[in-house]
């Protein structure tokens, strides 16, 4: 299946921020997370992106991929974004030390590669 425009981006996008994650969490613990509130603010806003990019990928693309757990990322997103008094340290830390490697490892091999620098795309 050839991945629309937008599509490419926002899995761009996904990527982008769920490599992030693992980046500001390595090398941590869940107890240097929760007393951290930098670390802790960084780490939600990079899921509230992927959940955000998630939602904004095609039906169709979605449908065509159930591999990736589409409805559970853009419920994260929510909760961050609408019910921050609502927020688990804990589960934010495991989404950030499981869930997200594990979504890293499903989009890769969906996500198509960058033109070289100075090459434009052939649409």
């Avoid at 495991?94 to 890769?108: G, S």
């Amino acid at each position: 299946m050839s991945v629309p425009k937008d599509d490419r981006v926002y899995l761009w996008d996904m990527l982008a921020a769920a490599r992030a994650v693992v980046d500001f969490v390595r090398g941590h613990t869940l107890a240097e997370y929760e007393a951290d509130l930098l670390l802790r603010s960084a780490v939600e806003r990079q899921i509230e992106i992927i959940g955000e990019a998630a939602r904004r990928i095609s039906k169709e693309f979605q449908d065509a991929h159930p591999e990736i757990p589409w409805r559970p990322i853009q419920a994260q997103r929510h909760v961050l974004a609408h019910d921050y008094g609502e927020i688990k340290h804990d589960r934010i830390w495991r989404v950030a030390e499981t869930h997200v490697p594990e979504l890293i490892a499903l989009l890769e091999p969906l996500v198509p590669a960058l033109p070289a620098e100075g090459q434009e795309s052939a649409e």
